[in-house]
């Protein structure tokens, strides 16, 4: 299963609303995860289950879709949200993840 | 808390052989899936083998193509560790590696990652 993301990098503020989309060469149902990962740092799980929000995650990151076609939300930027943002879906091996997104500062 | 202690990387020649460990703290290693992933220098991620934990298939393994037949992932639920053997390595398996933990006896997602070891594969 193939996995895309757009867009590859945005550049935004503090207090932005930043979207991101990822989708799958089919579908994977609701099995779909996303991760945050600075840079030298572990990824760090955000979302499961597409919309299941990890413990310890601000309420400001938010997930949706289903199938083949997934979005995950910040809605106010702040300044720790400056990473790379990846998804991966579980719904079969091998697992495969996205190439990423790069959210930087404007 | 829980805690995933990765080791075992190194600079390598091609052709050769490394094996890595991860000590798992703070949960009970037996009843969790494990996952090695994988990022080359500046590219995303990689998922590279896992390992079922107890109930069900348990033990199963998993791997990608990239990999099959020269790696293996194992487990030892006494030690609290999973290992991944990398026979046979080439340039491209150049990457740090991550050692992750699923939130069941089944792989799926990851909801803890250790800090990662590098291998560095060259002549």
């Known amino acids: 299963i193939q996995m895309t993301q757009s867009p590859s990098s945005v550049s935004a503020s503090v207090g932005d609303k930043v979207t991101i989309t990822c989708r799958a060469s089919?579908?994977?149902?609701?099995?779909l995860a996303w991760f945050q990962q600075k840079p030298g740092k572990a990824p760090k799980s955000l979302i499961f289950?597409?919309?299941s929000l990890e413990t310890g995650v601000p309420s400001r990151f938010s997930g949706s879709g289903s199938g083949t076609h997934f979005t995950l939300t910040i809605s106010s930027l702040q300044p720790e949200d400056f990473a790379t943002f990846f998804c991966?879906?579980?719904?079969?091996?091998?697992?495969?993840f996205g190439p990423g997104t790069r959210v930087d500062m404007k | 808390e829980v805690q995933l202690v990765e080791s075992g990387g190194g600079l390598v020649q091609p052709r050769t052989s490394l094996r890595l460990s991860c000590a798992a703290f703070?949960?009970?290693?037996?009843?969790?899936?494990m996952t090695w992933v994988r990022q080359a220098p500046g590219k995303g991620l990689d998922w590279v083998s896992s390992?079922?934990?107890?109930?069900?298939?348990?033990?199963?393994?998993h791997y990608a193509d990239s990999v099959k037949g020269r790696f293996t992932i194992s487990r030892d639920d006494v030690k609290k560790k999973v290992f991944l053997q990398m026979n046979r390595l080439r340039a491209e398996d150049t990457a740090v590696y991550f050692c992750?933990?699923?939130?069941?006896?089944?792989?799926?997602?990851?909801?803890?990652w250790g800090q990662g070891t590098l291998v560095t594969v060259s002549s």
């Open positions: 703070g949960f009970n290693f037996d009843d969790y899936a």
């Open positions: 390992i079922s934990g107890n109930g069900g298939n348990s033990g199963s393994t």
């Open positions: 991966q879906q579980y719904d079969s091996f091998p697992f495969t």
């Open positions: 289950a597409a919309s």
């Open positions: 089919q579908d994977i149902t609701s099995s």
């Open positions: 992750a933990k699923s939130p069941g006896y089944r792989t799926t997602y990851f909801d803890s």
